[in-house]
């Protein structure tokens, strides 16, 4: 099939060039985020050349710099932290935390994608769709929205200071009404895609032939020949990766280390706790610091000897979206996962399976006893890597895309007979 596209390509135009649209540089990739954006930008470019809008972050000395052939920064405005601001911007139908282009910036992207007449652009997060709902009928069908996480699910309270006042709440509530439609206006692009079955489910309902799913995948080339040991010969440590400033997982962190490891360390009282992950908040930091047994690498250029080191992966998750990348990166590295519910959502793998779920200390304790017994250890490592090996490899993932281009080429050639 991606022969057949190919050719489409090649029959519609000789040099077919696609702009994907994204908040932040994707670099480096270690982040979730990133690693996603790449893998759109790897596919679009076995067809064709690649530009790149992006507001914030640098391409520093990237080497993934080959995969754009342009790169473009427009940056967004700030949000208002006025009152009377944000109710114009509310009236205007944009809602926290979207935010706009400045007036010379969105001039300059429109006219960009007029200018090198797009075959395709890809937008990556409601968050950077702000401008583009005016574009002429040609270029929204060629739009391809990556929803990516559903700002108002369970990531929505995290945007938030918890602790504000009743009228604050009452004007998130109305934000969130706001935001749940203006998410809901970016299914009318050309195509909207999810990383799962069920973040497509909390904003569509109506299963439009637009509404793709399309997975996370994780391939790490420096993985596929390292050994790893036998992860159950490890002492009794955790790890806990991800990015350090990303509210849920510092919400998630923090509930894990007062609520679940400092009981875990009663009944274990070697345990361990590695963190590990890109530019650590303050709160995290001094989190670490005044706990005992728990040891913060921040910005870690080679994250495998911490795998080396933990006995399993902890996804202490409370809130968020998409699917965890973090949990495919655990099954390839042959260590088990221990997660609340909300840290697997979205996932096809199961509790006793391929993966253990908690959601209180007791359960943790419980559930971290099982990963004694060698058989268990072994069989959950071996059906988690299976499940990722077929669920979530790039074969599946360029599948899902295929699907994307094969239903888009139709409607482009009808809105260009028209």
């Given amino acids: 099939m991606a022969k057949n596209l190919a050719l489409g390509f090649q029959m519609n135009r000789s040099k077919p060039k696609v702009l994907i649209v994204s908040w932040n540089y994707p670099w480096p990739e270690t982040l979730g985020g990133s690693i996603r954006t790449l893998n759109f930008a790897r596919f679009f470019k076995q067809y064709g050349n690649v530009d790149i809008v ?11 710099n080959g995969l754009f052939s342009s790169r473009y920064h427009f940056e967004k405005k700030a949000y208002p932290e006025d009152f009377l601001g944000r109710c114009r911007l509310a009236m205007k139908g944009v809602p926290y935390p979207i935010r706009e282009y ?73 934000n969130k009404k706001l935001l749940t439609r203006y998410e809901t206006r970016c299914l009318k692009f050309g195509a909207a895609l999810f ?61 894990f280390i007062q609520t679940i490891f400092r009981r875990f360390k009663t009944g274990v009282p070697d345990a361990r ?30 994250i495998r000897r911490y795998y080396e080191r933990c006995r399993a992966v902890v996804v202490p998750l409370l809130a968020g979206g998409g699917t965890r990348i973090k949990i495919l ?48 250890y072994e069989a959950m490592v071996t059906r988690a890597q299976r499940v990722v090996q077929e669920k979530y490899s790039r074969k599946k993932f360029e599948e899902s895309m295929q699907q994307v281009i094969a239903y888009l080429e139709g409607d482009f050639l009808r809105v260009s007979a028209a």
């Fill in 54 to 64: 992006y507001s914030q972050g640098s391409t520093g000395n990237s080497t993934e």
């Fill in 102 to 174: 400045g007036k010379d910036a969105l001039r300059r992207l429109l006219g960009l994608i007029e200018e090198n007449d797009y075959r395709f652009i890809f937008v990556r997060y409601c968050q950077s769709t702000s401008g583009l709902f005016n574009l002429p009928a040609k270029f929204k069908s060629r739009t391809i929205v990556d929803i990516d996480d559903v700002l108002s699910g369970s990531v929505y309270a995290s945007f938030f200071n918890q602790k504000e006042g009743v009228h604050r709440k009452l004007l998130r509530t109305l």
């Fill in 195 to 255: 990383c799962s079955d069920l973040d497509r489910k909390r904003l569509d309902r109506t299963r439009q032939r637009n509404r793709f799913v399309v997975p996370n995948i994780y391939e790490n080339k420096m993985f596929e020949a390292y050994d790893f040991g036998d992860g159950q010969k490890c002492p009794n440590t955790l790890l806990f990766i991800g990015t350090l400033h990303y509210a849920p997982n510092v919400e998630g962190l923090r509930w």
């Fill in 273 to 302: 706790l590695i963190v590990v992950g890109h530019a650590p908040a303050d709160e995290v930091k001094t989190l670490c610091e005044r706990e005992d047994g728990v040891e913060l690498h921040g910005d870690a250029v080679d």
């Fill in 329 to 376: 990166e655990a099954a390839l590295a042959k260590r088990p996962v221990l997660s609340t519910p909300m840290g697997a959502e979205g996932l096809e793998m199961k509790d006793g399976r391929e993966l253990l779920f908690f959601k209180t200390p007791e359960d943790f304790c419980f559930k971290y006893k099982e990963l004694y017994n060698h058989k268990t």
